[in-house]
């Protein structure tokens, strides 16, 4: 299966969650989950290795997304790994501006090698520890209007990271289990809402999405 034989499919679960997510740059983000699955022969970005299971387990959990209605302008993708789900928020967005952070260099190397096949302009790859970001790069000192993270830590361990970097009324994003807990306050963040999502075969699974808004 190419590229764009899955390109009408992901598409289609864009706009059924509300985004309108165009041909050319759902080809762009197939390219670069191809691009990263070669990659990963030789470096280990992602455990699944079916390309049909990558699709539903990266590509469109990624875009699920677009269920909270955000519009981001600056987002970060903290501990972004294989790239998943920035790369698809940058995809939904074209006009935001989105850095995919990890403290692991070789990774960062690799989805940036991945991004330049894939041609997704937009997209800043930074080598960093979450943890060290604020000290380290003042310019990050809230600077970002929606964070995201998925498979980082507990919502918890997330939060305590994210607060930093993100604006006052910004927005954490976390990917999570269908029956994982939200707690309704994390710090200064507060439980905006959850969404509650599936993914198709041939990957099915329940999932949430958890959305907290910083507080002043």
């Given at each position: 299966?190419?590229d764009q034989d899955d390109v009408p499919a992901v598409v289609?679960?864009?706009?059924?969650?509300?985004?309108?997510?165009?041909?050319?740059?759902?080809?762009?983000?197939?390219?670069?989950?191809?691009?990263?699955?070669?990659?990963?022969?030789?470096?280990?970005?992602?455990?699944?290795?079916?390309?049909?299971?990558?699709?539903?387990?990266?590509?469109?959990?990624?875009?699920?997304?677009?269920?909270?209605?955000?519009?981001?302008?600056?987002?970060?993708?903290?501990?972004?790994?294989?790239?998943?789900?920035?790369?698809?928020?940058?995809?939904?967005?074209?006009?935001?501006?989105?850095?995919?952070?990890?403290?692991?260099?070789?990774?960062?190397?690799?989805?940036?090698?991945?991004?330049?096949?894939?041609?997704?302009?937009?997209?800043?790859?930074?080598?960093?520890?979450?943890?060290?970001?604020?000290?380290?790069?003042?310019?990050?000192?809230?600077?970002?209007?929606?964070?995201?993270?998925?498979?980082?830590?507990?919502?918890?361990?997330?939060?305590?990271?994210?607060?930093?970097?993100?604006?006052?009324?910004?927005?954490?994003?976390?990917?999570?289990?269908?029956?994982?807990?939200?707690?309704?306050?994390?710090?200064?963040?507060?439980?905006?809402?959850?969404?509650?999502?599936?993914?198709?075969?041939?990957?099915?699974?329940?999932?949430?999405?958890?959305?907290?808004?910083?507080?002043?």
């Amino acid at each position: 299966m190419t590229d764009q034989d899955d390109v009408p499919a992901v598409v289609a679960f864009a706009k059924a969650r509300g985004a309108e997510l165009a041909a050319d740059r759902a080809a762009a983000l197939l390219r670069y989950l191809d691009a990263m699955l070669v990659v990963n022969e030789q470096i280990n970005l992602t455990a699944v290795r079916d390309r049909a299971a990558a699709v539903v387990l990266h590509v469109l959990d990624g875009l699920a997304f677009a269920a909270t209605g955000l519009r981001p302008r600056h987002v970060l993708d903290l501990g972004s790994g294989n790239g998943f789900p920035g790369v698809a928020i940058a995809a939904l967005h074209p006009g935001a501006s989105v850095v995919l952070m990890d403290r692991t260099g070789k990774k960062v190397r690799a989805i940036g090698g991945c991004l330049v096949t894939a041609g997704l302009p937009g997209i800043e790859t930074l080598h960093l520890d979450a943890a060290q970001a604020p000290a380290l790069r003042r310019d990050l000192r809230h600077a970002f209007d929606v964070v995201v993270a998925r498979a980082v830590g507990r919502p918890a361990e997330v939060a305590a990271l994210a607060e930093p970097l993100l604006r006052p009324g910004g927005s954490l994003v976390l990917w999570l289990e269908a029956d994982a807990p939200c707690p309704p306050r994390l710090g200064k963040l507060s439980l905006e809402r959850r969404h509650a999502y599936e993914l198709p075969a041939p990957a099915a699974r329940e999932r949430q999405l958890a959305h907290w808004r910083h507080r002043q």
